[in-house]
């Protein structure tokens, strides 16, 4: 199964006293009780053989951690991890991944790279996987899904904000919001995607 997340932001601590950037991350008083919740969250829906792509700002690890204690929070997540560079990852760690890749249990390499954007089909919908949000006019079946604006949203409904501190989580119901760390789901991805238009339908 394909997952989508972004702005996991391992070991900032500097979020955690931002209520209104990332009110999720008020429930934390130590980074690594919030690392501790986001590596649950995701293994608890991502499979050791799934993919999950991450759009980028693994951590802020060169301020509070060091590549090493990265790397091992990374080895926790299950599944192989596609990553498109953020505004916060720096070319220097992909470069010490690299090094240190192997393959899981369905052969597929742990970590794979991308520094612009990453991109696949998915039930007859193209998805365009980039940090920053991205603005395509008017497009029938073309979907952005981005990070780096933490708890906001584009007010477009081509653009998803698959970060785990996204507003367009508010699109879900209160019983199936996804918990703070969680990869998205396709499934999941589909119905933000199908809401947020139909949002946008009853505006016009």
């Not at 980028?56 to 997540?77: A, P, R, S, T, V």
């Not at 192989?80 to 220097?92: A, L, M, R, W, Y």
């Not at 952005?144 to 477009?156: E, P, Y």
């Amino acid at each position: 199964m394909k997952f989508v997340t972004s702005d996991t932001h391992f070991f900032d601590a500097g979020l955690m006293n931002h209520p209104n950037f990332a009110p999720a991350r008020q429930n934390f008083f130590q980074v690594e009780d919030m690392n501790q919740a986001i590596i649950d969250a995701w293994n608890k829906v991502v499979s050791p053989i799934d993919t999950v792509y991450h759009c980028g700002d693994i951590g802020i690890f060169y301020k509070h951690g060091i590549k090493e204690e990265m790397l091992k929070i990374l080895k926790q997540l299950h599944g192989n991890i596609i990553f498109v560079k953020g505004n916060h990852d720096s070319q220097d760690f992909f470069k010490y991944l690299a090094a240190n890749n192997y393959r899981i249990e369905n052969q597929q390499l742990k970590f794979s790279f991308h520094y612009v954007g990453a991109y696949f089909k998915y039930d007859h919908r193209q998805y365009f996987l980039t940090h920053y949000p991205l603005i395509f006019g008017i497009t029938p079946n073309s979907i952005n899904l981005h990070g780096h604006i933490h708890h906001n949203s584009v007010d477009i409904k081509e653009n998803i904000n698959v970060g785990i501190d996204s507003a367009d989580f508010d699109y879900f119901p209160t019983d199936r919001q996804p918990d703070f760390g969680a990869p998205l789901s396709m499934k999941q991805i589909e119905y933000l995607v199908n809401a947020k238009k139909n949002d946008f339908a009853k505006r016009a």
